[in-house]
């Protein structure tokens, strides 16, 4: 089946220091990617739609300043979260839709990146 | 507002069959599906269901209801690896899926 590669699947940075996020399809393109965040024990909130070629489509409440969203090519997002505090210390997870099955197509996970600011 | 609900915790036994309900009220429908999460790792795909119905994979069933906003997902032959979150979530109008908070599911031996 179809599979979302993220990475790194870990990282640890200090406050005030930048990360990207990796967000692949590995065989299949996708048109369409979303990021979500995750807090311990509650549900996915997503962040942002990023659609390839154009502009991200934050939610309300994400700081597009703060979490810049990449979707230069069919198969490649990527998320960089800028001067990181200890209050975005979160899971964030991608995930793509297979171009070709249409809006309803099954929706497929990266394996998430945890994030820790000291 | 659009809103997903579903128990927050359930408890059943190795071997045993267990219930997991969700209800939803969401501006349009699009679909619903059922997603497996284990602590620490992306939600992985269970089931996709649009029309009114059961549908079957193996051990696991889903079934919809539209006319009631109701939705379950059924789980046979309980297995301690199934013990992990279920997330329901909703697609609206808008093709935009709507998260429930997930059910946690505690299996005993």
């Known amino acids: 089946g179809a599979v979302v590669s993220q990475h790194p699947s870990r990282v640890i940075c200090k406050s005030g220091t930048s990360v990207k996020i990796e967000c692949r399809s590995l065989?299949?393109?996708?048109?369409?990617m979303f990021w979500y965040r995750q807090f311990p024990k509650q549900s996915l909130m997503l962040m942002a739609t990023?659609?390839?070629?154009?502009?991200?489509?934050?939610e309300q409440g994400v700081e597009k300043d703060k979490f810049l969203i990449n979707h230069a090519s069919l198969t490649l997002s990527t998320l960089t979260v800028t001067s990181a505090h200890p209050e975005d210390s979160s899971f964030y997870i991608c995930?793509?839709?297979?171009?070709?099955?249409?809006?309803?197509?099954?929706?497929?996970f990266g394996e998430g990146s945890r994030l820790t600011v000291l | 507002g659009q809103n997903i609900d579903q128990p927050t915790e359930m408890t059943a036994t190795e071997g045993a069959i267990v219930q997991i309900n969700c209800t939803y009220q969401?501006?349009?429908?699009?679909?619903l599906f059922w997603y497996q999460q284990h602590a620490g790792e992306a939600p992985t795909f269970l089931s996709y269901?649009?029309l009114d119905g059961l549908e079957e994979k193996g051990r696991f069933s889903s079934f919809l209801s539209r006319s009631k906003g109701y939705s379950y997902l059924l789980l046979k032959e309980l297995q301690m690896k199934d013990s992990a979150s279920y997330l329901c979530?909703?697609?609206?109008?808008?093709?935009?899926?709507?998260w429930g908070a997930g059910t946690k599911l505690i299996i005993k031996p």
């Open positions: 995930s793509a839709r297979d171009g070709t099955s249409g809006d309803t197509g099954e929706l497929f």
């Open positions: 065989d299949f393109q996708a048109t369409t």
């Open positions: 990023s659609n390839e070629g154009s502009k991200a489509t934050y």
């Open positions: 969401t501006s349009g429908f699009n679909g």
């Open positions: 269901n649009v």
């Open positions: 979530a909703v697609m609206d109008s808008n093709y935009q899926l709507i």
